[in-house]
C-alpha cells in the first residue's frame, strides 16, 4: 500500500469495491476520472449513469431515483454538488430527506492548479445549512472508505466531502473504527484542544510537534462528521484544556470552526482560535504553496493554539 | 370514449377543480388559475390512466406522478382526495399550520404524493430519475409528470429534457401545461419558451399537441405516448388557465390569488352548474 492517497481516489475505489455488497447506483456529471467514479463504472457499467455537465438536474434525478428505493452516489467538484445545485440538493434531497449520497470532491483550496472558481472553500456551511444532512469529511483513504460505507448503511441524505490532494494514512486498519457522529481522539494533551478536519488532521498532529518541542500539550481530535458534531468529545476536551482551535480546510465562516464556535458557546464557553481559508477566494498554485499561502500549516496552527492559550482567563 | 366513462371522468374533473378552489378559498392563498387548467388531465391521469392504489400507496410497481409545477398543489390534492388517499374535509385545511397539506407538495407527509416538487425545474428531473431506476432494474411502472409552460423559461427542464432522451426514457410522459400565462403575463410576453413543441422535438421527444380539456384527446395522447418506443413523450397541452371559472379564465390575476367570499360561491355555482 502506498503511504499516501487522495481521499477522491479511495472514494471510487471504495465505490467500486462496496459496489458488490450494495446496490447502490452511481451518477456523475462528465467528470468521472476527475471524481473517480469512473472505477465504479468500469466494474458495474449498467449502474453508473453519466448525468453529463448538468449538475442541477443530476441532483434531481438522484432525489427520484432514491424515492423508487435504490441507493444513488451523485458525484461532482464540491462547487458544483454543494454550489451550483445547493437549491436543488436543498428542496429535492434534503426536504423530503431521501437517501442520496453526495460524493463532492475536489473540495477546498488544494484543488490546486485551478484556482478560485474551483475551489470550494463553502460548501460544508452550505451543506449545514440543510436540516438532516450528514456532513462527512474523511482525513485519509482508510476513512474515506470507512465514510463510504457508513453513508450506505445510514438512511438519509449525506454529504461525502474528498479532496484531490494525496494525504498520509493515519489509521491501521485493524484498529479503526468509523461511527458517523463520533470524533476520534488522535493525541491526549491538557493545554489546548486542536480539533480538526480532513487534509488537516495529519497537520494537526505536526502542529501537536511544534507545540510539544516548547512544552505545550495539545489534544488532537479529528471530526470527520461535521453534522452531526460530536459536541459531547468537544466539550469534554475543551473543559479540560480551557482553549481550543480548529483546523479546516475551507472558510473559517460557517465550516467546521463555526460549528464549534456554536456547540460550545452552549456548552463550555472557551477561546476558540479558527485556522481555514480566512474569508477569501483561493487562487492558482502548486497545493503546498496555497497551504502555506493560506495559513493551513502545523506553524499556523501551532501559533493559533498560543493564541488561544494566551485568551484563557 | 364511451358516454360512461366520460360522464364519469367529467365528474372528476368537476370534483377536481371545485376541491381545488374550496381549497385555496379555505386557506385565503394559493394558486387557482393553473389548478384549474389541468384538472381534466388529472382526472384521467388518476381515474383512468395510471396503476395506483388508494390502499397502498407506497405499492413498489404503481406508476409514479410528480407535479412538476407544484404551486398547483390545490388541484393534486383535490384529485388524491376523489381517488380517496385522504379524507376530503382535509382540502379546507390547506396551507394551515397544523395541515398535512402543505403549500406545495410533500411526499413526506401527504399520501400519494410521489414527490416533493414547488420549486420550478426540479420535478420533471425527479420524474426523470424514477423513468431511469424503472429502466434500470427492469421495471414496467410508468412515470407521469406535469411541467408549467412557464415553467418551461427555467434551464433546468430542458437539461431533463436532454437526459430523458439520451437514456431514451419512453416510460416518461410529461404533459406541458400550455396556458400561456404566467405571474407577469403572457409567457410570450414576459420570456417567450415557445415553440414548446419544437423545442420538445429537437431535443429529441416524441410530441402531441392536444387540447387539454378533451378527454378523447388526453386518452389518444396517452395510448400514443405507451406506444412510442425509445423516446420520452412530450404532450403540449394547450388548456386555459381558470378553466371553468368565467372570470379567472385567461386572467394572469388568477395565478396566485384566493377568491373572496362572494367570487368563491359564484365559482362553486359555475362549477357546479356546468356540464
Given at each position: 500500500?502506498?503511504?499516501?492517497?487522495?481521499?477522491?481516489?479511495?472514494?471510487?475505489?471504495?465505490?467500486?469495491?462496496?459496489?458488490?455488497?450494495?446496490?447502490?447506483?452511481?451518477?456523475?456529471?462528465?467528470?468521472?476520472?476527475?471524481?473517480?467514479?469512473?472505477?465504479?463504472?468500469?466494474?458495474?457499467?449498467?449502474?453508473?449513469?453519466?448525468?453529463?455537465?448538468?449538475?442541477?438536474?443530476?441532483?434531481?434525478?438522484?432525489?427520484?431515483?432514491?424515492?423508487?428505493?435504490?441507493?444513488?452516489?451523485?458525484?461532482?467538484?464540491?462547487?458544483?454538488?454543494?454550489?451550483?445545485?445547493?437549491?436543488?440538493?436543498?428542496?429535492?434531497?434534503?426536504?423530503?430527506?431521501?437517501?442520496?449520497?453526495?460524493?463532492?470532491?475536489?473540495?477546498?483550496?488544494?484543488?490546486?492548479?485551478?484556482?478560485?472558481?474551483?475551489?470550494?472553500?463553502?460548501?460544508?456551511?452550505?451543506?449545514?445549512?440543510?436540516?438532516?444532512?450528514?456532513?462527512?469529511?474523511?482525513?485519509?483513504?482508510?476513512?474515506?472508505?470507512?465514510?463510504?460505507?457508513?453513508?450506505?448503511?445510514?438512511?438519509?441524505?449525506?454529504?461525502?466531502?474528498?479532496?484531490?490532494?494525496?494525504?498520509?494514512?493515519?489509521?491501521?486498519?485493524?484498529?479503526?473504527?468509523?461511527?458517523?457522529?463520533?470524533?476520534?481522539?488522535?493525541?491526549?494533551?491538557?493545554?489546548?484542544?486542536?480539533?480538526?478536519?480532513?487534509?488537516?488532521?495529519?497537520?494537526?498532529?505536526?502542529?501537536?510537534?511544534?507545540?510539544a518541542a516548547e512544552g505545550i500539550s495539545a489534544?488532537?481530535?479529528?471530526?470527520?462528521?461535521?453534522?452531526?458534531?460530536?459536541?459531547?468529545?468537544?466539550?469534554?476536551?475543551?473543559?479540560?484544556?480551557?482553549?481550543?482551535?480548529?483546523?479546516?480546510?475551507?472558510?473559517?465562516?460557517?465550516?467546521?470552526?463555526?460549528?464549534?464556535?456554536?456547540?460550545?458557546?452552549?456548552?463550555?464557553?472557551?477561546?476558540?482560535?479558527?485556522?481555514?481559508?480566512?474569508?477569501?477566494?483561493?487562487?492558482?498554485?502548486?497545493?503546498?504553496?496555497?497551504?502555506?499561502?493560506?495559513?493551513?500549516?502545523?506553524?499556523?496552527?501551532?501559533?493559533?493554539?498560543?493564541?488561544?492559550?494566551?485568551?484563557?482567563? | 370514449?364511451?358516454?360512461?366513462?366520460?360522464?364519469?371522468?367529467?365528474?372528476?374533473?368537476?370534483?377536481?377543480?371545485?376541491?381545488?378552489?374550496?381549497?385555496?378559498?379555505?386557506?385565503?392563498?394559493?394558486?387557482?388559475?393553473?389548478?384549474?387548467?389541468?384538472?381534466?388531465?388529472?382526472?384521467?391521469?388518476?381515474?383512468?390512466?395510471?396503476?395506483?392504489?388508494?390502499?397502498?400507496?407506497?405499492?413498489?410497481?404503481?406508476?409514479?406522478?410528480?407535479?412538476?409545477?407544484?404551486?398547483?398543489?390545490?388541484?393534486?390534492?383535490?384529485?388524491?382526495?376523489?381517488?380517496?388517499?385522504?379524507?376530503?374535509?382535509?382540502?379546507?385545511?390547506?396551507?394551515?399550520?397544523?395541515?398535512?397539506?402543505?403549500?406545495?407538495?410533500?411526499?413526506?407527509?401527504?399520501?400519494?404524493?410521489?414527490?416533493?416538487?414547488?420549486?420550478?425545474?426540479?420535478?420533471?428531473?425527479?420524474?426523470?430519475?424514477?423513468?431511469?431506476?424503472a429502466k434500470a432494474s427492469k421495471d414496467d411502472?410508468?412515470?407521469?409528470?406535469?411541467?408549467?409552460?412557464?415553467?418551461?423559461?427555467?434551464?433546468?427542464?430542458?437539461?431533463?429534457?436532454?437526459?430523458?432522451?439520451?437514456?431514451?426514457?419512453?416510460?416518461?410522459?410529461?404533459?406541458?401545461?400550455?396556458?400561456?400565462?404566467?405571474?407577469?403575463?403572457?409567457?410570450?410576453?414576459?420570456?417567450?419558451?415557445?415553440?414548446?413543441?419544437?423545442?420538445?422535438?429537437?431535443?429529441?421527444?416524441?410530441?402531441?399537441?392536444?387540447?387539454?380539456?378533451?378527454?378523447?384527446?388526453?386518452?389518444a395522447a396517452c395510448k400514443a405516448a405507451r406506444?412510442?418506443?425509445?423516446?420520452?413523450?412530450?404532450?403540449?397541452?394547450?388548456?386555459?388557465?381558470?378553466?371553468?371559472?368565467?372570470?379567472?379564465?385567461?386572467?394572469?390575476?388568477?395565478?396566485?390569488?384566493?377568491?373572496?367570499?362572494?367570487?368563491?360561491?359564484?365559482?362553486?355555482?359555475?362549477?357546479?352548474?356546468?356540464?
Open positions: 500500500m502506498a503511504d499516501k492517497i487522495a481521499t477522491r481516489e479511495a472514494y471510487g475505489n471504495a465505490l467500486a469495491e462496496l459496489g458488490e455488497k450494495y446496490d447502490i447506483v452511481v451518477l456523475d456529471a462528465d467528470l468521472a476520472e476527475a471524481t473517480k467514479t469512473l472505477t465504479f463504472k468500469k466494474k458495474f457499467p449498467e449502474r453508473h449513469f453519466d448525468c453529463g455537465i448538468a449538475e442541477g438536474n443530476m441532483m434531481a434525478v438522484a432525489a427520484g431515483i432514491a424515492s423508487t428505493g435504490k441507493i444513488p452516489f451523485a458525484s461532482s467538484f464540491a462547487m458544483f454538488a454543494a454550489g451550483r445545485a445547493f437549491e436543488q440538493v436543498r428542496n429535492c434531497i434534503g426536504y423530503p430527506h431521501l437517501n442520496v449520497k453526495i460524493g463532492a470532491t475536489h473540495a477546498g483550496i488544494s484543488v490546486g492548479e485551478d484556482g478560485a472558481t474551483h475551489q470550494c472553500n463553502e460548501d460544508i456551511a452550505l451543506m449545514r445549512t440543510i436540516p438532516g444532512m450528514v456532513i462527512l469529511n474523511p482525513a485519509d483513504g482508510l476513512e474515506a472508505k470507512a465514510a463510504v460505507e457508513a453513508a450506505i448503511l445510514h438512511d438519509g441524505p449525506v454529504y461525502l466531502r474528498f479532496g484531490r490532494y494525496a494525504v498520509p494514512y493515519l489509521y491501521d486498519e485493524a484498529n479503526y473504527k468509523f461511527e458517523i457522529g463520533k470524533g476520534i481522539k488522535l493525541a491526549e494533551g491538557s493545554d489546548v484542544t486542536i480539533v480538526a478536519t480532513g487534509l488537516m488532521v495529519h497537520i494537526a498532529l505536526e502542529a501537536k510537534e511544534l507545540l489534544e488532537v481530535i479529528n471530526i470527520h462528521t461535521i453534522k452531526p458534531l460530536d459536541v459531547e468529545m468537544i466539550t469534554e476536551s475543551a473543559k479540560k484544556t480551557g482553549a481550543v482551535v480548529t483546523a479546516e480546510e475551507h472558510n473559517i465562516i460557517g465550516g467546521l470552526g463555526g460549528a464549534v464556535c456554536e456547540a460550545l458557546a452552549g456548552t463550555c464557553p472557551v477561546p476558540v482560535v479558527r485556522v481555514g481559508v480566512e474569508d477569501k477566494f483561493g487562487k492558482s498554485g502548486k497545493v503546498p504553496a496555497l497551504l502555506e499561502e493560506y495559513g493551513l500549516t502545523a506553524a499556523n496552527i501551532a501559533a493559533k493554539a498560543k493564541a488561544a492559550i494566551a485568551l484563557k482567563k | 370514449m364511451e358516454q360512461a366513462k366520460f360522464s364519469m371522468l367529467t365528474e372528476k374533473a368537476r370534483e377536481i377543480r371545485l376541491g381545488a378552489v374550496e381549497a385555496v378559498f379555505s386557506a385565503s392563498s394559493g394558486h387557482p388559475g393553473g389548478s384549474l387548467s389541468i384538472a381534466d388531465i388529472l382526472s384521467y391521469l388518476y381515474f383512468e390512466e395510471m396503476n395506483v392504489d388508494p390502499a397502498d400507496p407506497k405499492k413498489a410497481d404503481r406508476d409514479r406522478f410528480v407535479l412538476s409545477k407544484g404551486h398547483t398543489a390545490p388541484a393534486l390534492y383535490a384529485t388524491l382526495a376523489a381517488r380517496g388517499y385522504f379524507d376530503k374535509a382535509l382540502l379546507k385545511t390547506l396551507r394551515q399550520v397544523d395541515s398535512i397539506l402543505q403549500g406545495h407538495p410533500d411526499m413526506k407527509h401527504i399520501p400519494g404524493v410521489d414527490m416533493s416538487t414547488g420549486s420550478l425545474g426540479l420535478g420533471i428531473s425527479a420524474a426523470c430519475g424514477m423513468a431511469l431506476s411502472y410508468r412515470v407521469y409528470t406535469i411541467v408549467g409552460d412557464g415553467e418551461s423559461e427555467e434551464g433546468q427542464v430542458w437539461e431533463a429534457a436532454m437526459f430523458a432522451a439520451h437514456y431514451k426514457l419512453d416510460n416518461l410522459c410529461a404533459f406541458i401545461d400550455w396556458n400561456g400565462l404566467q405571474i407577469d403575463g403572457k409567457i410570450t410576453d414576459v420570456m417567450n419558451p415557445t415553440p414548446l413543441d419544437e423545442k420538445f422535438a429537437a431535443f429529441g421527444w416524441n410530441v402531441i399537441v392536444i387540447d387539454a380539456h378533451d378527454f378523447d384527446q388526453i386518452e406506444e412510442c418506443k425509445g423516446k420520452p413523450t412530450a404532450i403540449i397541452a394547450k388548456s386555459v388557465k381558470g378553466k371553468g371559472v368565467s372570470f379567472m379564465e385567461n386572467q394572469a390575476g388568477w395565478h396566485g390569488k384566493a377568491p373572496n367570499k362572494e367570487q368563491y360561491e359564484q365559482a362553486v355555482a359555475e362549477l357546479t352548474a356546468s356540464v
